[in-house]
């Protein structure tokens, strides 16, 4: 594989000094040189920033705010992303070896796929017990199935994009919960294809992240991504009644499976 394309890999950071370390390294190991990573201490205030200075690769470029959540932060990235690819990467997650390589050959054979995404192994928080893998089943443009909440296509932040550089690609920074899935939907707007790697791209810390935990957060976010979706001339009113089906679904579920019955049944009839 030639190596003239540049991916960028965006890494948002706060209070991350337990994984830090390891998951930077996982983007030094891998197969294919050609990347800039771009990480962004949001406000970090233990040993993050320390860790993340002990790396002198000339491809890491590091940027330093104030607290501002993970949106801010990785739009910085955007910001300042130089590569014809860009993906995100979680502070405590970790990219096998093949990451970038195994993705970036899916957008070679086809110069009309936008979004490539690949398997996904579930580990717990400290990368030993292997719990299950998530693997993608869709192809073609993938806007119904975000809309659908479907979970063919959609995990987290694993896509891998072919930057456009007529679009302003931007995270809703007023989000806590569901901006990845806002950030995709916007992006397939505009069409484009998805497609996947049979392979695995990323190693997930079951466990760490929190945005299932924090449900009333978990449903603000859906709702306030329905808020915004509703205000979209391009988004059909069938569209719009599946996102809510299924989002209120999955909240009610949430709510239930923490042993919250009665908020499940006061969101239950709540009206958006």
């Not at 891998?30 to 040993?47: K, R």
């Amino acid at each position: 594989m030639k190596y003239h394309d540049k991916i960028s890999i965006i890494l948002a950071a706060f209070n991350a000094e337990s994984y830090i370390h390891s998951c930077m390294e996982s983007v030094i190991h891998q197969t294919y040189p050609n990347w800039e990573l771009l990480v962004i201490n949001d406000g970090s205030y233990d040993q993050t920033e320390k860790i993340i200075k002990g790396f002198s690769d000339e491809r890491i470029k590091y940027f330093s705010q104030k607290n501002k959540g993970v949106s801010m932060a990785r739009n910085k990235g955007l910001e300042e992303m130089t590569g014809n690819y860009f993906c995100f990467l979680d502070a405590d997650d970790y990219f096998p070896s093949n990451s970038l390589s195994s993705r970036l050959e899916i957008f070679k054979r086809n110069p009309d796929i936008t979004f490539v995404d690949g398997k996904i192994k579930i580990y717990d928080k400290n990368l030993e017990k292997f719990n299950s893998i998530w693997s993608p089943s869709f192809r073609g443009n993938p806007l119904s199935e975000l809309f659908a909440i479907s979970g063919s296509c959609f995990f987290g932040p694993s896509w891998m994009i072919r930057k456009d550089k007529n679009e302003k690609y931007r995270f809703d920074e007023k989000l806590t919960h569901g901006e990845d899935l806002l950030f995709y939907i916007e992006s397939a707007f505009h069409g484009g294809l998805y497609d996947y790697s049979d392979e695995v791209i990323l190693q997930y810390r079951k466990g760490h992240h929190s945005a299932m935990k924090n449900l009333n957060g978990l449903e603000n976010g859906y709702h306030s991504i329905f808020r915004t979706l509703r205000d979209k001339e391009e988004i059909t009113m069938n569209q719009l009644e599946g996102f809510k089906r299924k989002a209120r679904s999955i909240i009610f579920k949430s709510y239930l499976g923490h042993f919250r019955p009665v908020d499940a049944l006061i969101f239950l009839f709540k009206k958006w």
